[in-house]
């Protein structure tokens, strides 16, 4: 069972934005040292999308963006393309130096 | 580039034991941890836990602690996860991934399969 809560589905059309959630148990998310995002397509490792929350390494299509308020981190897809249809997960690297994956969101672009 | 390249795929039967090797080229190996995660058919990852090859420091997840054990070689730049008495719902995909608070970039994966 993930510590990380996150819906299983979202789905869009070509060009609208999108938001998927990413929520910890009470204050756990607070409480996280860092929150990062990874997109997974189908046969292929995960690659970073957004570290440190918001941050976005180089490369990554300034479509990604990522928050947090309180115990609840997103990922917000501006504009969403076909080529963003995969699955998405958070993790966050705990006060505890462990890393915890929420369950991952399928983004089905319509 | 940064890169890390995994060992190829296994087939263990139940109870024995696995080793996936993890080669680091494009940095300085002992600057930055690598993580073990995992992936069954279907599912989501479960991270294993982590090693730091500049002093060997482990931190594994309560589920597989006991079980895992994760060692680094600095002299050849690759860092190793053995995991033990392996069941049948071992059966993923393992991959190793650079990084704490953020992991990148990530190994192509090694499958292994435990079948009788």
């Known amino acids: 069972q993930s510590v990380l809560t996150q819906p299983a589905s979202v789905s869009g059309s070509p060009g609208q934005s999108i938001t998927i959630s990413c929520t910890g148990a009470?204050?756990?998310?607070?409480?996280?040292?860092?929150i990062s995002w990874y997109q997974q397509h189908p046969g292929k490792a995960p690659k970073v999308i957004i570290f440190?929350?918001?941050d976005r390494p180089s490369g990554v299509s300034t479509r990604f963006s990522g928050s947090k308020s309180g115990n609840t981190a997103s990922l917000t897809i501006s504009g969403v393309q076909p080529e963003d249809e995969a699955t998405y997960y958070c993790?966050?690297?705990?006060?505890?130096?462990?890393?915890?994956f929420g369950g991952g969101t399928k983004l089905t672009v319509l | 580039q940064v890169q890390l390249v995994q060992s190829g795929p296994e087939v263990k039967r139940p109870g024995a034991s696995v080793k996936v090797s993890c080669k680091a080229s494009?940095?300085?190996?002992?600057?930055?941890?690598v993580n073990w995660v995992r992936q069954a058919p279907g599912q989501g990852p479960v991270w294993l836990g982590w090693i730091s090859p500049k002093n060997g420091n482990t931190k594994y997840a309560q589920n597989f602690q006991g079980r895992a054990a994760m060692t680094a070689d600095t002299s050849t730049t690759t860092a190793y996860m053995e995991l033990r008495s392996l069941m049948f719902d071992d059966t993923a995909l393992y991959f190793c991934?650079?990084?704490?608070?953020?992991?990148?970039?990530w190994g192509q994966g090694t499958l292994v399969t435990v079948s009788s």
């Open positions: 009470s204050s756990d998310v607070n409480s996280y040292k860092s």
């Open positions: 494009g940095y300085t190996f002992s600057d930055y941890y």
């Open positions: 993790i966050s690297y705990t006060s505890s130096s462990t890393v915890v």
């Open positions: 991934a650079r990084g704490l608070r953020w992991l990148d970039p």
């Open positions: 440190d929350v918001s």
